[in-house]
């Protein structure tokens, strides 16, 4: 069993900065699973926002974040972090952790999903 907990959301303001967190556990090893972040704005579909590879070397984002987000990871921790800067009021939406055995960019379609933390960037 697989399971993902986030931490750090909260309420910003445009242009301030957060920092995501996601926990692995269970019966698993977490550097044998890709990672990655999508989220979700009321009223729309679940979006890709970045993948990590299992080692951290490979890295992908969405368009829409690019420049402005990193994905990292450390496998001593079990912990993948999404640091978040240059927050727009567009990136307000439910921020959904997950897990797969395999990497890919933004058609990644992971096995294991996070409850979700909620992001709010107030004008």
């Known amino acids: 069993q697989v399971q993902l907990v986030e931490s750090g959301g909260g309420l910003v303001q445009t242009g301030g900065s957060l920092r995501l967190s996601c926990a692995i556990s269970?019966?698993?090893?977490?550097?044998?699973?890709?990672m990655g972040w999508f989220r979700q704005a009321p009223g729309t579909e679940r979006e890709f926002v970045a993948t990590?590879?299992?080692?951290?070397?490979?890295?992908y984002y969405a368009d829409s974040v690019k420049g402005r987000f990193t994905i990292s990871r450390d496998n001593a921790k079990n912990t993948v972090y999404l640091q978040m800067n240059s927050l727009e009021s567009v990136d307000t939406a439910v921020y959904y952790c997950?897990?797969?055995?395999?990497?890919?960019?933004?058609?990644?379609?992971?096995?294991?999903w996070g409850q979700g933390t909620q992001v709010t960037v107030s004008s």
């Open positions: 269970g019966r698993t090893s977490f550097s044998s699973f890709a």
């Open positions: 990590i590879s299992w080692g951290g070397t490979n890295t």
């Open positions: 997950a897990a797969d055995a395999r990497y890919s960019g933004s058609d990644w379609r992971p096995t294991y």
